[in-house]
């Protein structure tokens, strides 16, 4: 601003031009009495301009929305109850994993798929693949959302009770980022459960913030501690080649995320959650399977949204 304002006197504000002995433009400026003070320059600039048409004009509407816009409300604010509203997504793993068959054979990246529930932010739906995203990955995803999750656990080698993991039941909308549910193949499945499919614009990934955080956090918190997760170094000449260290196969990662999932869920204590006055009244804490028990016995809007399998 203060090279603006230089710009702005010697081009509308000056009374004489010279040049010196080395042929150097000099610009004479007016009086101090005739020409506008830094200060009022900038009061009259934050006045015309505010800051949101400076970032709009400067970084394009898409950056605008998506970065500086403010917060008014919060996801939580769109379900009334446990199961209402999913968020569905899908991510790369940043790790790399070997086949289960020949263990000297690097497969590739897995695709993890997780749904979260809006209210609880429980993880209701999880599945790992090392195809790419398509319908077919997202509805086995689906399904494990409103299956119950003893078997599923049970064919990785874990045992765990209801209590443990206890989402099951059909949701009243499944939000997505367009993708695999923009197209009319997820129709019949939406239609035989009842369910509604919602999809955020493009490029508005905060849309569904709940499930993008969970993502960050198993690229930063799980992935950098497994044999062949690749760091940020990888794509630098003469960087280490982070596939050589591969050492875990589909079925033992899978095993170490749903072992992940059910820390979260049962002892994830989430400070930032916006609980109710009825919430601090009978002692509930902000962990995402003591607000899915909680929801079950006092939101009547689940009944309405949600039918147990």
Not at 226 to 254: C, E
Not at 273 to 284: C, F, G, Q, R, T
Not at 292 to 304: P, T
Request: net charge neutral; charged share 25%; glycine share 8%.
């Amino acid at each position: 601003m203060p090279d603006t304002y230089d710009m702005m006197l010697k081009e509308h504000y000056y009374c004489d031009i010279r040049y010196d002995e080395n042929g150097v433009k000099k610009t004479i400026l007016k009086g101090s009495d005739e020409i506008p003070t830094f200060e009022q320059f900038r009061y009259w600039y934050f006045k015309k301009y505010d800051c949101e048409s400076r970032i709009r004009s400067s970084k394009g509407d898409r950056y605008f929305e998506l970065n500086k816009r403010p917060i008014l409300g919060s996801s939580t604010a769109e379900a009334f109850g446990p199961g209402f509203k999913y968020q569905m997504d899908a991510t790369v793993g940043d790790i790399y994993l070997v086949s289960r068959f020949n263990r000297s054979w690097i497969v590739g990246r897995p695709v993890i798929y997780v749904i979260i529930d809006v209210f609880s932010r429980m993880i209701v739906g999880l599945h790992i693949s090392l195809r790419g995203p398509s319908w077919d990955e997202a509805s086995i995803a689906i399904a494990n959302a409103i299956l119950n999750k003893k078997s599923y656990c049970a064919k990785y080698g874990i045992d765990i009770s209801d209590e443990e993991w206890p989402a099951y039941g059909i949701m009243s909308v499944l939000f997505g980022d367009r993708g695999e549910l923009a197209g009319t193949m997820i129709e019949p499945a939406a239609n035989a459960l009842n369910f509604r499919i919602e999809n955020a614009p493009p490029y508005r990934a905060d849309w569904k913030g709940i499930v993008e955080r969970y993502f960050k956090t198993i690229h930063e918190k799980v992935e950098p501690f497994m044999p062949g997760s690749i760091k940020p170094d990888f794509a630098v000449r003469g960087g280490h080649d982070y596939r050589l260290d591969a050492k875990l196969d589909i079925y033992q990662f899978t095993r170490l995320i749903i072992k992940c999932v059910l820390k979260y869920n049962n002892y994830h204590f989430m400070k930032y959650y916006p609980v109710s006055k009825e919430m601090i009244a009978e002692d509930i804490d902000p962990i995402p399977c003591e607000l899915w028990k909680w929801g079950l016995k006092n939101s009547a809007g689940f009944q309405l949204g949600m039918m147990t399998m």
